[in-house]
């Protein structure tokens, strides 16, 4: 059985190599290991492992793939040329970041990121707008890439609402949420995917709703990062669109991801099917090209022999596929 494949709109390929390693005790802990690894990679050993992990993504039901980007400019390059030789669909979510992180990471100014942007793109690569968050980027530069992003139809992916200091920080500094900083400098529209959201409150949800904005769901990293959950009810509710991504990719496993977003809002509600299964495919495949701008993408083959379909009757094949299997039972697709 052939179904759309899978589309992973927000990955950090290179955190894939942070798995079983000593995670700290919070978040902000694991980010410090994080940024230790970044700072360490060279730019061949970006493109060797990515090809790597694209290839698991490949293997395990996602054949497009959105790389949210700091690394560098070079390593940019070396991730488009990754995914090419992997074979997966690629979209380059180039990160602008402007304070905070590591040097490494950090534009010297808006211009120089768009400057970096506009070079890709002449490049032939695909790329989406990434200002990276609130804490990486002041107000006059969400300001600046929002407006690049509106006049050249590209997608604007940021991450928002992830922690409590996160939003913390923003109110010191602004006065307001994250998500209602995006929207006062003209950052959220149908384009926009707020990464997480784990935190936002229900004005900031209705502000995504009012724009057309998406959420972009981690499940698996959001649980092993101790960041919370999204109220995923609300947001249903709200008719608010949903993608989801691996990010940190502990787990390549699209099925776990939709599986945990219906969990969630089961939890939430205690009643059973808030989302049906025709909308977690779609917020699995659908929703996630939206998001990253792309029509065209790779169906993935299911295997209908795998013990893990065993006596299920065509009708619930779906049903089972969603809540009771893993990415196993997809066909392997062959190394490009």
């Known amino acids: 059985m052939r179904i759309p494949g899978f589309v ?10 942070l798995r079983g390693r000593e995670a700290g005790a919070d978040f902000w802990a694991w980010r410090d290991g994080m940024i230790a690894l970044a700072g360490s990679l060279t ?47 690629f979209v380059l979510l180039h990160a602008c970041y402007l304070r905070g992180g590591m040097p490494r990471f950090r534009q010297e100014s808006v211009a120089e990121y768009l400057r970096q942007v506009e070079m890709l793109r ?22 600046e890439v929002g407006a690049y992003a509106e006049e050249h139809g590209l997608p604007l992916h940021v991450h928002a609402d992830e922690q409590p200091r996160e939003i913390g920080e923003c109110l010191a500094e602004t006065g307001l949420r994250p998500i209602e900083l995006l ?23 209705d502000l995504l709703a009012a724009a057309g904005a998406r959420i972009c769901v981690c499940p698996t990293t959001e649980a092993n990062l101790g960041d919370g959950f999204l109220p995923v009810a609300r947001v249903c509710h709200r ?15 699209p099925l776990e991801e939709l599986r ?6 089961r939890r939430q509600t205690g009643t059973r099917g808030v989302i049906s299964v025709d909308s977690l495919l779609c917020f699995g495949s659908d929703e996630g090209a939206a998001a990253l701008g792309i029509d065209e993408w790779p169906e993935v083959d299911v295997d209908l022999t795998h013990p893990q379909l065993r006596g299920v009757d065509e009708a619930s094949v779906y049903d089972a596929l969603v809540f009771s299997c893993s990415s196993d039972v997809f066909r392997k697709m062959s190394a490009q």
Do not use: K, W
């Open 260 to 265: 945990e977003l219906e969990g969630i809002a």
């Open 8 to 17: 992973n709109a927000h990955c950090h390929a290179f955190q894939r190599a």
């Open 239 to 253: 008719s608010i669109g949903m993608c989801i991504g691996s990010d940190s990719n502990v787990r390549i496993d």
């Open 43 to 89: 730019v061949e050993e970006i493109r060797r492992e990515y090809v790597q992990v694209y290839r698991e993504l490949l293997t395990n039901g996602y054949t497009a793939v959105g790389e949210f980007h700091y690394l560098g400019l070079d390593e940019a390059r070396a991730a488009a040329e990754a995914a090419a030789e992997a074979g997966i669909t």
């Open 122 to 143: 002449g490049e032939g690569i695909r790329v989406g707008l990434a200002p990276h968050s609130v804490r990486a980027c002041p107000p006059e530069a969400l300001r």
């Open 183 to 205: 929207d006062r400098e003209g950052c959220l529209g149908p384009r926009t995917t707020v990464v997480h959201a784990t935190h936002a409150d229900g004005r900031e949800l």
